[in-house]
């Protein structure tokens, strides 16, 4: 796997550590080993400009996710598809804010977001009530799995 993580924020980041989490999810996805992904911690003002031009919104958001190819989960007994799983863009100032309010911290935020990014490249979503059950579902059974392995974290 592909994973590369780059800090842009100004913030201080663990870049190690979110591509530690990047390749967990991927490989509990059964994402296919080869497949690619690049993460990016930007300042406020890069995933505002972003949000406007790509989503139409003002105003900095905590995460975008730009899919590539379209790749999906694997399923068991079958072959997962080589490519480019896509991008993501964090933005850890927001993370911090969010993780404040949630009482949690902005590392745990960070995690949140990065696996909430790359289930929206694997697909899935959360717009309609039963796509935000199954995805939130999914987002909070990752994470567990996640700190429940300390070797990982």
């Not at 993501?88 to 949690?104: I, N, T, Y």
Request: hydrophobic residues 40%.
């Amino acid at each position: 796997m592909s994973i590369e993580v780059l800090n842009e924020s100004g913030l201080d980041v663990d870049v190690r550590r979110l591509s530690r989490l990047a390749r967990f999810v991927m490989d509990e996805m059964r994402v296919h080993p080869q497949a690619e992904l690049c993460i990016k911690a930007v300042d406020e003002d890069t995933i505002a400009g972003l949000n406007e031009q790509w989503m139409e919104k003002e105003g900095p958001t905590d995460v975008l996710a730009f899919p590539m190819d379209e790749l999906r989960p694997g399923k068991v007994n079958e072959e997962p598809e080589e490519g480019v799983l896509g991008d993501l863009v964090l933005a850890p100032s927001v993370a911090e804010r969010q993780g404040d309010e949630a009482g949690h911290g902005r590392e745990a935020e960070i995690d949140l977001l990065t696996v909430h990014g790359i289930l929206h490249l694997l697909g899935y979503d959360h717009a309609e009530p039963e796509e935000h059950a199954v995805m939130f579902g999914l987002q909070g059974e990752l994470l567990d799995k996640w700190r429940a392995a300390p070797e990982r974290a």
